[in-house]
């Protein structure tokens, strides 16, 4: 159907019957009584109601009960030609499901300036209250996670520093206690920089701005490297097995994907028992390269095996971490094309998998 402005220059009640109908936000027509007289599509979609429904209905019905007050002050306001700006409130659906909205109501008038009825827009807000208690969440976390976990280091290396500076003036303070002082002091440092690179690629990620630095990686290698890398640091063993996938080349960011790898190795050190070995092992399939990490450790609860990859999401408060290498390794590689889940297994210990596209 084309639809025109009238050729007296006016829109055709038809054009904006259309508007009305297009709309996104829910558009209803109501008496002065709260009778429901005119219905548009975008209601149908909000309160899951048609129009032949609820025309003639009162607009009650879309009202929760507990809020008995609301509807009759409203239509005070509207008989005294007054009119409600982005009201925040709630309303219930045809299925019972109660959503947020915000709700504009302005009275209409007839030409001779008449109060006649009224005019509701409401839109859905239950997504974007959602999304603001996340982020204020989030946000909550992030202070917390920076106050506490930059603290313990921080305090660290500031006593060290205390303790080096009064040291200096003893005669008996060699160069091997100085070393020693000084790698705790290191030590503390590089706790702090680690932390603050995680929390700025959980903001970067946030905002779109965490870029891959790709090119062709002998990925097995970068494994081997990672592996014994860890293993030296650490004194944990870790085993790779790759026989089939030697010499592949993927077209990945080698840094990136080394810590994610960093991250599952450490994972599974901390989470599983000490005198067994991390198992890494990878595979070449035909689109994609696997890699997966296992412990010996005593698994993840079924109910927990999605929210550990939210970002301060922790399970296991007594062992150090902040909750949020397990969300950026996600993120990391679900930029390359890949994915990072955690494999069903029969109870013992757990299994991580990364995929990455060959
Ligand atoms: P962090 O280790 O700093 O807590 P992660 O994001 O790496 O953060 O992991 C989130 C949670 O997932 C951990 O707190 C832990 O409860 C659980 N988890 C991660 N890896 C393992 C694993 N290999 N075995 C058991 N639990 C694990």
Redesign the pocket.
Known sequence: MTLKASESGAWSPEFLAAIVDSSDDAIIGKTLDGEIISWNRGAERLYGYTAAEVVGRPISILIPPDRPDELPKILALLRRGERVDHFRTERVRKDGIRLAVSVTISPVHDAEGRIIGASAIARDVTAQEHAVREALEMREQFVSVAAHELRTPLTAVFARLQLIERRLDRPDYDRQDLARDINVVRRGTDRLRLLLERLLDVSRITSGRLDLERSPTDVVALVQAAASEYAEASGHDVTVEAAGAEGILANVDAVRIEEVLM?LID??A???PADRPVEVEVRAGDDALRIAVH?H?S??PEDQRER?FEPF????ANIR???????LAREIVHQHGGSLELEDGDGAG?TFVVSLPR
């Open positions: 991250n994972n599974a901390k989470y599983g412990d450790g698994g993840i550990i999401y922790r399970a296991n971490g902040v909750g949020l290498g397990l969300h757990t």
